[in-house]
């Protein structure tokens, strides 16, 4: 089956410690994004690729950065996790950016800063 | 900027009883799109219906239907038949319309299927 799939499903790294998140999709869908949730929240957007188009949300912390090297791989890298940063990861793909076209998700990472 | 609000943070029905979860939304744009999606407990969020603003007709897929008033800018979804898969975290979204990508969740319902 087609699908968003995301590694690991938990990630533990100490604080200050670079970590990188990824996702692949067999969708060959054009548009992937990455989402940030903490606990008993909304799904928060931090940026998305539009093929090789990167488009960062404005309230998206510096220290969150991403790579798209190809259609099917996206990468989210947090380059000095502090211990706010600890929150689930969704990855998410669309066939197009907007209109009714739903966005399909993985299983998320969850991250925890020791 | 869009809001979206989903007043009740858990709920509960009994297993084969109905439910209708409340959403709310805030825009001035008059066409978009809304979602509900469903994340059931370390899985994958997973759409459940859509509604296009523009469309009268209320959205049904199987078990679950959309109560959309336009006017009133509300979006209920009511889960008729509930089932024990149906356990999860609710999230009512909204997209508004020419090109717009960004999708605004509301703070989820948890919904809780008693057998």
């Known amino acids: 089956d087609a699908m968003v799939i995301q590694n690991p499903r938990y990630q533990v790294t100490q604080f200050g410690k670079p970590v990188t998140l990824s996702c692949s999709q067999t969708l060959n869908h054009n548009v992937m994004y990455w989402y940030q949730q903490k606990s008993s929240q909304a799904p928060k957007l931090l940026f998305h690729?539009?093929?090789?188009?990167?488009?960062n949300e404005a309230d998206t912390p510096d220290n969150f950065q991403s790579r798209r090297p190809n259609t099917s791989f996206c990468f989210l890298d947090i380059r000095s996790p502090g211990l706010g940063d600890a929150a689930m990861y969704l990855c998410?793909?669309?066939?197009?950016?907007?209109?009714?076209?739903?966005?399909?998700f993985g299983d998320g990472t969850r991250l925890s800063i020791l | 900027a869009q809001t979206v609000t989903q007043s009740q943070p858990e709920m509960s029905v009994q297993e084969a009883e109905t439910v209708t979860l409340s959403c709310t939304y805030d825009t001035s744009e008059n066409n978009y799109y809304l979602f509900w999606y469903k994340q059931p407990p370390s899985r994958q969020m997973i759409l459940v219906i859509r509604q296009e603003a523009y469309k009268q007709q209320n959205a049904t897929e199987n078990r679950f239907s959309v109560n959309f008033q336009k006017a009133a800018k509300s979006f209920s979804l009511k889960i008729s038949d509930s089932q024990l898969g149906d356990t999860a975290m609710y999230f009512c979204a909204f997209r508004a319309g020419a090109g717009s990508y960004q999708l605004t969740f509301g703070k989820g319902t948890k919904l809780s299927v008693i057998p």
């Open positions: 998410a793909t669309s066939g197009i950016r907007g209109g009714n076209q739903p966005q399909h």
């Open positions: 690729y539009y093929d090789k188009d990167f488009n």
